[in-house]
């Protein structure tokens, strides 16, 4: 859906149609493939930064290619913006072209963003609100899309806290399993660690997943109470910021040691077993 300044808009100007007293939105059908086209446009998928830490993390091809679109869609618009405002675009803001993608995005509107690029050319840069696009993301739908309608698709460089994680971890980074996000109740909770815990074992894989910062101190007082006293846990908090927090230790040795300040802070957990 497109953002403007009074708000959502359809993605396609006049297709507004009245139903039932209310507005919807029609689009019509799309079948055009652009790999057929001399110059098929690009989906760019653009990691932003993982916090306020600046650019310092966004390499400079990634930024000149950011200031060389017209349309993005974005996961969230107020935060999208103020990246792009940070990244200092050619032209105002408001001479942009956006468009939202979330997780309440409806499925059967995910492809109609891909419209500039279909129908006019247009690159589209993609941008989630945090890190990596497409990754623990609801872009993915979005790059499936365009893969099925020949647009191109370039990753761009720049931070990925999944990946950073598993580099500072000191784990398996041969072979590792992002398991998203795991149970907010505590009784499922720990059945999910033990499980991975399994897993890991199995597979000798390293096991990363996320959780909502608020919930951090659940899931770590939870894994120091289930896991098994050699299980490697780790932490890596407030990645890439000067705030940045990464330690690995056993669960026993986790057990000796004063808790770290994690609550409310962006991390992610890695556990494997040796």
């Not at 074992?201 to 109470?225: C, L, M």
């Not at 990645?239 to 040691?257: A, F, G, Y």
């Not at 300040?261 to 040796?274: A, C, G, Q, Y």
Request: glycine residues 8%; aromatic residues 8%; positive net charge.
């Amino acid at each position: 859906m497109r953002l403007g300044e009074t708000g959502l808009r359809p993605l396609v100007a006049g297709l507004f149609v009245a139903a039932g007293g209310r507005n919807t939105v029609t689009y019509p059908h799309i079948n055009f493939a652009c790999s057929q086209m001399e110059n098929p446009p690009i989906l760019y998928l653009i990691p932003s930064t993982l916090g306020d830490s600046g650019l310092g993390p966004i390499p400079e091809e990634t930024i000149r290619i950011i200031r060389s679109l017209e349309v993005f869609v974005l996961e969230n618009g107020k935060v999208g913006r103020t990246f792009l405002k940070q990244v200092g675009l050619d032209k105002p803001l408001q001479a942009y072209r956006y468009y939202e993608l979330n997780k309440h995005t409806p499925a059967e509107e995910i492809a109609e963003l891909l419209e500039p690029a279909l129908k006019e050319g247009k690159d589209i840069g993609l941008l989630s609100d945090a890190g990596a696009p497409g990754v623990a993301d609801p872009g993915a739908d979005l790059v499936w899309h365009a893969h099925r309608r020949g647009v191109t698709v370039r990753p761009l460089v720049g931070p990925s806290s999944i990946l950073l994680a598993v580099m500072a971890s000191g784990m398996n980074g041969q072979r590792f399993t992002f398991q998203g996000y795991l149970s907010a109740k505590r009784t499922q909770l720990a059945k999910d660690l033990k499980r991975l815990e399994r897993e890991s074992k199995s597979h000798r894989a390293t096991q990363v997943w996320i959780e909502a910062p608020y919930r951090n101190k659940g899931v770590f007082d939870t894994a120091i109470q289930v896991l098994a006293p050699t299980t490697l846990f780790g932490i890596a908090t407030d990645l890439t910021l000067e705030s940045e927090l990464v330690r690995t230790h056993p669960i026993m040795e986790w057990k000796r040691i004063r808790r770290p300040p994690i609550n409310k802070r962006p991390t992610v957990f890695t556990l494997f077993v040796r």
